[in-house]
């Protein structure tokens, strides 16, 4: 090749890396908003299971078994559910949530949108939930896979983080398929 040719290739190579950067940064914007986006945290949360052993000393209940937690329109199922909550039973004789903690096979589910991990834990207070081990998420613009995701319910804001081990060498990324426009 010369000098000319590799100028042209190179110019053709950039272009197309710039317009692949380009859909690539649209889709992952779709993605990182979610359709939880000011979901209302307050408002009653539905869990079924196969059992349910509270423990009333240290505000826990705990639920296990083809566990469903549902609230608006969201969905959380897995095999094990851990409730904590505040308040003086004997008080009032109600208590609110304050956490969940999910483990085993999580599938957390909303209206356009369906995430797949190992873990979560729900924060009531903060509005927070984030989800860890071998998350999947999955929308019509594609799929992401992330060692961890949070998802802000205030904003909607989606973050995925990659794993790190000890010295910083990266053990897993975030990775992800997007679907292109068509024509």
């Known amino acids: 090749m010369n000098y000319i040719s590799i100028q042209s290739f190179l110019k053709s190579t950039l272009k197309t890396l710039i317009m692949m950067s380009s859909l690539i940064l649209c889709s992952t914007a779709v993605a990182q908003v979610s359709a939880l986006k000011d979901h209302q945290v307050e408002n009653p949360v539905d869990i079924s299971a196969d059992r349910l052993e509270v423990k009333q000393k240290e505000n826990i209940a705990l639920f296990t078994g083809n566990v469903v937690v549902s609230q608006s329109d969201m969905s959380l199922v897995s095999d094990r559910i851990t409730v904590f909550y505040q308040g003086d039973r004997e008080e009032n004789n109600s208590s ?41 998420f ?42 292109p426009p068509t024509n």
Do not use: C, H
């Not at 096979?105 to 009531?124: A, C, H, L, P, Q």
């Not at 998802?151 to 992800?176: A, C, H, K, W, Y």
């Open 138 to 179: 999955n929308n019509a613009d594609g799929q992401i896979k992330s060692p961890r995701l949070q998802v802000n319910l205030t904003t909607g804001q989606i973050t995925m983080d990659g794993g790190r081990v000890e010295g910083g060498t990266p053990s897993e990324r975030v990775s992800g398929q997007f679907t």
């Open 96 to 136: 609110s949530i304050s956490r969940l903690d999910a483990s085993g096979n999580v599938v957390m589910t909303s209206k356009t949108e369906t995430i797949r991990s190992t873990w979560g834990v729900y924060d009531f207070a903060e509005k927070i939930i984030t989800l860890g081990g071998n998350v999947e």
